[in-house]
């Protein structure tokens, strides 16, 4: 058993990030090996996302925490580096200096309506 786990469901396991970018960052993890989302079993992901609120509920409870980023990084083109699929539970308070909104407007586009309506005819075919 890894000495920081914080909770587990018999499909699911959490555990405090060794590299975190908040205290309280943590990892949920499916049980079964799992590469990334394109690979997991539905029940699988359903176990994650299940044990995920209950790592957020925890994580308020102990840190006084107001809200959270969730991040999945799947396949190469996502920059993951872990090969088994893990879901980040980054927990936050308002003013915590971690900036994502203001990371996330410097690579933001503003596509054409019309080239986003392109888009969704061809996603959803």
């Given at each position: 058993m890894v000495p920081y786990w914080i909770a587990e469901t018999e499909r699911a396991f959490a555990f405090l990030d060794i590299r975190p970018l908040r205290p309280g960052h943590a990892l949920v993890i499916?049980?079964?090996h799992t590469l990334d989302l394109a690979?997991?079993?539905p029940e699988d992901w359903r176990a994650v996302c299940?044990?995920?609120t209950e790592v957020q509920r925890r994580l308020r409870q102990a840190l006084g925490t107001t809200g959270e980023n969730l991040?999945?990084?799947s396949g190469p083109g996502s920059e993951q580096s872990v090969f088994h699929l893990h879901l980040h539970v980054i927990p936050r308070v308002q003013d915590?200096?971690?900036r994502l909104t203001e990371w996330w407007e410097t690579k933001a586009s503003t596509p054409a309506r019309d080239d986003l309506v392109r888009l969704a005819e061809r996603v959803r075919r």
């Open positions: 499916p049980k079964a690979s997991i079993a299940e044990l995920t991040l999945v990084a915590d200096g971690l």
